[in-house]
């Protein structure tokens, strides 16, 4: 690859610096002090040397830790799982379906939730399918249930269920975009060759949007797996995610060394399902060329 | 083809998307305290109630005040990183432009807490202005997409023939490039506007309990005489929210027109 | 307008080179446009002729070397003081301006008054067919009435240069050929230099007084177009520039002004000194373009040479018809194009022919 000009290379840096000095100063030294934290002592608001390994040996010994992080694991790929597969049918009645001047009207209609107050979403959910709520009057009132169902004290399934229709719309888009790419023309070819329309689907147009459903994955893996909100309003908070687990650590019992370990732990294992779900795609990219 | 199917599954899709908000205007109107069916009557009480709220005006000012702030610094920041990406090839550009991207793929509340252990360690007080600084970290990225397709879809001629034509960079940069790439600049403003006016993590860990709208809304709701008047919010703010999001589609939509491209799909 | 060595010279390039990092983009180029000349810059894509474009118009720095612009050394001059105005390859039209703004962008800080830039504007859209087109919204116009916009709005300035950058390539044929006439006379109507980029070496040929054919970097031939389509420099540009047949050849002596060579197929020839450019190192062969060569129908004469030869391949292209033949009994094969004129019949593969050609029509490249 040719070197950069000199020139060049000075006036992009010059350009990019207000940027770059913001998101150095605001976000690497704090995940960096947060890093360092992690390898520290203390409680209670302080922090002391030497450097130890002794918080992540904690985090690995303790199974409530552990716990957790399989939880919200858990959560996460349940809620991406169920909105991808929710998700896909749409995305592609859309692509196929319908006359490209409809299209964006499509796409918006389905884009306005997403856009509109998530906590006023989350909110409803809570109001939705909490102890007297409406979904447990309408039951009652309609003689279908006989006591309080209060779904919203299930815990995790509650949970997964707000999330999913959460970030429902979130899914569509980049599934969408993948199916667009499409050449109409491959599809005919596969019929052409005799194959039947679900088989051509399955051969040639599934493969070929794997991309845009690893990216929907993703996009929608990592804000479940990091939700704060829905844990603490749905399920009456009994089920805590990394994100509330966190609050507890650093905020509530003001450990900084553990709950710093338990973010960088965290981060990596948010780190490790994104790079897998990234390797899966250049997978799918390298074989569809 | 048709597919009946297909389109009762899409049809049934967004109703599920859209049942929570469906009920906001239901109930936002319901003349009674107790959200539930069967509806005993219309009232615009919950608007009166809501529109004498004080503390909720002094969150709703809050929330205008940062949501402002982050959407003018944010789109700032992202135009100065978008502009440098598309344009030059510098050392160091892949991790500098990774690390304005990272909160896009890190869970917020890492964002927020290693912001706020820094903040706390170092003595700085919270306030509106912190979470301004944290949300900003967060809408960046946002804004950064939105420029850089805005950019990229400008031809690097346009900019020469400029020089060439006389102007000077700042000129070109003013005559040429600033009105083509406004509508991407007028999208990146507001889509950063919604998404700090929502946000909720980082208002309340980096706001220290200061009365912002999200989280003002949060605490409400767990108070259910409150609930009405939070509908008839929701209200307002979807509302809100979809002008908001057809001016943004609409301009993205001009912008295309303008120089001369294709429609190729939604946001993002 | 046809080259004349009396001009004044308008460009001069000494030694030029130009790196992108490692990657060697132009090497070494020397030479001089003349004022008022029509010059094109031909080659296959890569070879640096739009950079070098490119470095007349101040967007690329050189690495090394002197450009000179009547007389001044642009070194350190940006492109908006240099004296040269640019129609790109994508016409560059302001997508958010009229036509007339577009047309009258460079006349921002002209001291005129506005009703005469508005004239001046005019006059610009006049002198390329556009006259009363000024208030159209720039991005509902048609491809040719897009690059009739750049000519204005470049033209306008007076530049003492005009760089065009293979603006006709983005044409259709038609289209192409009509611009390829319009853009002549326009040279000719305004005087000015006009430097054009192209990879089409048909459009290189009718459109220039000369052409520098370019290679990998380097200007492989500078020359007036007959001369580099008669005698060209090397196998290379012979084979770039039109249809060349090559027959292998071995030199058999060379005296002062004459070379001797025997061509497999077509016999011993004396060439001229100036049908053999100097050596580039390659193994010798001989070079004759297909219209040269002529088949003799029954009781015809050839009027200097003639070789007997089958036919191996007929192309049929209407007014014409390519013949590919194999050459006195040997494995070489010529093609040659034949005009279909009345009573002379298309012949079949597998006749035996003979095959009239001219010494002085050969290239020698060794």
């Known amino acids: 690859m040719a070197a950069t000009p000199r020139s060049e290379a000075r006036a992009g840096l010059k350009l990019i610096s207000p940027t770059a000095i913001y998101v150095i100063v605001l976000l690497a030294l704090p995940l960096a002090t947060v890093l360092v934290y992690s390898m520290m002592t203390g409680g209670r608001g302080n922090v002391s040397l030497p450097l130890t390994i002794a918080n992540y040996a904690e985090l690995w010994s303790k199974p409530v830790y552990g716990y957790i992080l399989l939880k919200s694991l858990l959560v996460a790929l349940s809620v991406t799982f169920i909105t991808v597969v929710l998700a896909y049918p749409v995305a592609y009645f859309v692509s196929f379906h319908v006359k490209p001047d409809r299209k964006s009207l499509w796409l918006f209609l389905i884009t306005i939730p997403f856009w509109t107050s998530y906590i006023i979403r989350v909110s409803l959910w809570f109001v939705i399918l909490g102890y007297d709520g409406i979904l447990d009057k309408a039951l009652m009132s309609l003689g279908i249930m006989n006591t309080q169902l209060n779904f919203s004290s299930y815990g995790i399934p509650a949970i997964i269920f707000v999330l999913a229709h959460a970030y429902a719309p979130f899914a569509v888009l980049p599934i969408f975009v993948s199916l667009e790419k499409v050449d109409r023309s491959l599809l005919e070819a596969g019929q052409d060759l005799g194959e039947s329309r679900w088989v051509t689907f399955l051969r040639v147009t599934l493969p070929l949007s794997m991309p845009g459903v690893i990216a929907a994955a993703l996009i929608v893996f990592i804000p479940t797996v990091g939700d704060y909100v829905t844990p603490k309003l749905v399920g009456d908070g009994r089920e805590p995610m990394i994100a509330n687990f966190i609050e507890t650590a650093l905020l509530k019992l003001r450990n900084y060394p553990q709950g710093s370990a338990f973010a960088v732990v965290s981060m990596l294992m948010v780190g490790i399902v994104s790079v897998v779900f990234v390797l899966l795609n250049r997978r799918f990219i390298g074989g569809s060329k | 083809m048709k597919a009946p199917w297909l389109r009762g599954f899409t049809l049934f899709y967004l109703l599920f998307l859209y049942s929570p908000i469906l009920l906001l205007p239901i109930f936002a109107f319901n003349d009674s305290k107790v959200v539930s069916f069967p509806l005993s009557g219309f009232t615009t009480n919950w608007f009166v109630e809501m529109w004498a709220d004080k503390n909720l005006r002094i969150a709703a000012k809050n929330s205008l005040i940062i949501a402002l702030s982050v959407a003018t610094l944010s789109t700032i920041l992202g135009i100065f990183a978008a502009r440098a990406s598309v344009r030059y090839r510098f050392p160091g550009k892949a991790p500098l432009m990774g690390l304005i991207m990272l909160p896009l793929v890190l869970p917020e509340m890492i964002v927020a807490m290693s912001l706020l252990v820094v903040l706390l360690s170092i003595g700085v007080p919270l306030s509106l202005l912190t979470v301004i600084m944290g949300q900003v970290l967060i809408c960046t990225p946002f804004a950064v997409a939105i420029l850089t397709s805005a950019f990229q879809s400008l031809d690097r001629s346009l900019e020469e023939a400029a020089l060439d034509l006389g102007e000077t960079q700042w000129s070109t940069f003013r005559l040429i490039i600033l009105p083509l790439v406004m509508p991407g600049i007028l999208a990146s403003f507001l889509i950063c506007f919604t998404i700090s006016f929502d946000e909720f993590i980082i208002a309340n860990f980096l706001g220290s309990g200061r009365p912002i709208l999200s989280v003002y809304i949060f605490g409400q709701f767990r108070f259910p005489s409150k609930v009405p008047s939070m509908l008839a919010l929701g209200t307002v703010l979807v509302c809100f929210s979809i002008i908001l999001l057809g001016f943004a589609e609409y301009m993205r939509r001009r912008g295309i027109a303008k120089a001369g491209g294709k429609d190729a799909g939604g946001f993002l | ?366």
């Open chain 3, 1 to 366: 307008m046809t080259y004349s060595d009396d001009r004044a010279t308008m460009i001069e390039f000494k030694d030029v080179h130009k790196y992108y990092g490692d990657y060697h983009a132009l090497r070494g180029i020397n030479g001089t446009i003349k004022a008022g000349e029509f010059f094109s810059l031909l080659g296959p894509s890569g070879c640096g002729k739009t950079t070098l474009l490119r470095t007349i118009a101040g967007f690329e720095d050189i690495s090394s070397g002197v450009i000179m612009i009547d007389g001044k050394d642009m070194a350190g001059v940006a492109a908006n003081a240099r004296p040269t105005n640019m129609v790109f390859q994508s016409y560059a039209i302001f997508p958010h301006m009229s036509v007339a703004e577009n047309v009258g962008f460079g006349l921002r800080k002209d001291p005129r008054s506005k009703e005469e830039k508005a004239r001046a504007v005019a006059e610009a859209l006049e002198m390329v067919g556009l006259k009363g087109y000024g208030n159209r919204a720039a991005h509902a116009l048609s491809g040719g009435q897009r690059q009739r916009v750049a000519l204005a709005r470049a033209l306008i300035l007076k530049p003492k240069v005009l760089l065009l950058d293979e603006p006709l390539s983005a044409l259709d044929k038609k289209m192409r050929e009509h611009m390829q006439v319009e853009l002549i006379k326009l040279q000719r109507q305004v005087g000015i230099t006009f430097i054009l980029v192209t990879h089409d070496q048909e459009e290189a040929l009718v459109m220039s007084d000369r052409i520098a054919v370019m290679f990998e970097g380097e200007i492989a031939q500078l020359a007036d177009p007959e001369t580099l389509y008669r005698r060209p420099a090397t196998k290379k540009v012979a084979d770039f520039i039109g249809t060349m047949n090559f027959v292998p050849a071995t030199i058999l002596s060379e005296t002062g002004n004459a070379v001797e060579v025997d061509a497999k197929g077509l016999g011993r020839v004396m060439l001229d000194i100036d049908q053999a450019p100097a050596k580039a190192g390659e193994s010798p062969v001989v070079g004759l373009r297909p219209e040269t060569l002529t088949l003799l129908y029954d009781d015809q004469k050839a009027p200097e040479r003639e070789t007997d030869g089958v036919i191996d391949e007929v192309i049929y292209f209407g007014d014409m018809t390519y013949y590919d033949v194999y050459l006195g009994g040997t494995d070489v094969e010529v093609r040659l194009s034949m005009r279909n004129v009345p009573g002379r019949p298309v012949l079949d593969v597998g006749e035996k022919v003979r095959v009239a050609w001219s010494p002085s029509a050969l290239v020698l490249f060794r």
